[in-house]
């Protein structure tokens, strides 16, 4: 069976992989504590008693940052080869479908599934679903969030991202600048302005894009660095690094100063894990790099595999310590949240990884033969 992520370079990062695994745990394990805290009335007498390891865990969810650190790094790679390296041009029209090819079809699936749950599970009617479902199809949940009911409340991201898919050609021109220190100058200004501003002050959210940008252009920067794939760069110094870097990123207390703080953190840390010699072997690791390789199905199902196993897990809460009801909590849930979400992966997201698979489809669907391959040597 192949797990391996298809990719469209010839070349696969299991590193960059690897950090898309530290992302999705952290994120996972965040709603674990979401859970046990709020769908129990001991969980939440004990997280009020124990507010302080409460806000702890809850900084995991700076792996959401992290994912947007990753997206822009990734989609920065086709605009550099064209505007650095004197490469093929980007077509935009298929740098989109690639987007909805690969990304839609698992998310809708994904709300059929949520949707299926809330009227089998919950009683719900199916005309209170509809305006939700289309709300979450449309990526407008942020701006109906409070006039309809929330499917999968961690798809907010999800919406961030799309805007910055739509956004990302006209800022890659940014990569078009000469000399590289005035383009590098240029990236690092925009991300300084988009981190020290409150943004969520003046749009009323902080979970849409001009509260989140100065990350996705962190991954544009670390992009035009060529952090991985600069020899040059490898030390174990780098391995010491990632030992300070990564727990600090977690660890940041919230002030006016995070945002800018933690772009810094995630610049360095990224920087890091890319150089590290230990760092990147342990991030490669087949394991870890298939499950960061399937982050995407995690993302898309875990609330739902924690919310429908919760009220039988919620039973193994007997202790009279949070940290110990959460940690036996972790050990139910986070198994069984990555062990369904790889057969999600395998049957629906892998195939669609293929930007073949509509072709692929049309043809079984009318019954046409695949093309043979020519093997050459």
């Not at 240029?186 to 003046?202: F, H, T």
């Not at 039988?312 to 949070?322: D, N, S």
């Amino acid at each position: 069976m192949q797990l391996q992520r298809v990719t469209t370079s010839a070349r696969w990062l299991p590193e960059l992989d690897g950090l898309r695994f530290v992302a999705i745990m952290a994120v996972l394990l965040v709603h674990v504590l979401d859970q046990t805290v709020n769908r129990s009335a001991l969980g939440r007498a004990q997280g009020l008693q124990h507010a302080h390891f409460v806000a702890g865990i809850n900084h995991l969810g700076r792996g959401v940052q992290l994912f947007f650190v990753i997206s822009g790094f990734i989609l920065a790679q086709p605009f550099l080869r064209q505007f650095r390296d004197g490469g093929k041009a980007v077509s935009l029209p298929g740098f989109y479908l690639r987007r909805l090819t690969r990304l839609e079809p698992p998310y809708l699936l994904s709300l059929v599934l949520y949707a299926a749950a809330f009227v089998l599970f919950r009683g719900e009617r199916v005309r209170t679903i509809a305006p939700a479902f289309a709300a979450h199809a449309l990526y407008a949940m942020q701006l109906l969030y409070h006039h309809v009911k929330v499917l999968n409340i961690v798809t907010w991201s999800l919406e961030v991202e799309v805007q910055f898919y739509l956004l990302t050609p006209l800022l890659a021109l940014l990569f078009r600048l000469r000399p590289t220190a005035l383009r590098l100058g240029v990236l690092v200004l925009c991300i300084a302005v988009g981190a020290a501003r409150d943004w969520s002050g003046m749009i009323g959210y902080r979970s849409m894009l001009p509260s989140n940008l100065c990350f996705f252009l962190v991954g544009f920067l670390l992009a035009d660095l060529r952090v991985a794939a600069r020899p040059a760069l490898r030390h174990a110094l780098w391995d010491a690094g990632c030992v300070l870097l990564w727990p600090c990123i977690f660890l940041l207390p919230e002030g006016p100063w995070t945002a800018p703080l933690l772009c810094l953190l995630l610049l360095l840390a990224f920087t890091a894990s890319m150089a590290g010699p230990l760092v990147r072997r342990m991030l490669g690791w087949y394991p870890i790099a298939i499950l960061g390789g399937a982050c995407y199905s995690i993302y898309l199902l875990h609330m739902l595999i924690l919310s429908t196993l919760f009220p039988a897990t919620r039973h193994a809460l007997v202790f009279h310590h949070l940290w110990m009801n959460y940690a036996v909590q972790a050990l139910l849930l986070v198994p069984c949240a990555i062990g369904l979400s790889m057969v999600y992966y395998v049957l629906i997201e892998r195939p669609c990884m293929d930007p073949r698979w509509p072709a692929h489809l049309w043809r079984r669907l009318s019954g046409q033969r695949e093309p043979r391959t020519l093997v050459t040597e």
